[in-house]
């Protein structure tokens, strides 16, 4: 276990997580702000970068499960990303479908902020998020950040334009 909140429980990923995994990353709903679903491919390559990440980084986006019934949810965590020439640390969030507008992103969310704060010693925390996906612009604002920049992400022969959110630890 990396982090607990009231509902939940942040942990590594582990391989045995790919159908987890698949349940969202396939979704095309869930993954619209991808414009694509993930391929089992592409899938595999998710959760090794993930593994990658825990190694190198000694964080990355960990697995999101309900204490209630230990239910895989989703996943939410803390990721390097090149924003402005620079590396920021990143919160991100990708849930089930199904357990959308339940709160569970905010919460993971802001236990993943407190990590990046309490225990990384991080001065700010960014999260990056496609300009049509409003509902995790609503997680991000909900959670203190105010928008501060944007940026265009080329992904899938795709020029995706990003809003840039952050909060520092100093306006807490």
Known sequence: MILETLRLVLRKLTQSD??????????????????????????????????????????????????????????????????????????????????????????AALACQAYAFNTLGAAEVYSIIRDTNLPSQAVALRGGMQQCGSLVKHYYGVDMPHYIYKIEQSSL
Request: charged residues 20%; hydrophobic residues 40%.
């Open 18 to 107: 790919f159908t987890n995994l698949c349940r969202t990353l396939q979704d095309p709903i869930a993954m619209a702000a991808y414009e694509h679903a993930f391929t089992d491919a592409e899938v595999q390559d998710w959760l090794n970068k993930q593994l990658t990440r825990y190694a190198q980084d000694g964080f990355g986006l960990w697995a999101v499960v309900l204490k209630s019934t230990d239910a895989f949810i989703g996943q939410c965590g803390l990721t390097l990303q090149a924003v402005g020439g620079q590396q920021v640390l990143e919160v991100g969030y990708l849930l089930e479908r199904r357990y959308w507008h339940h709160g569970y992103a905010t919460e």
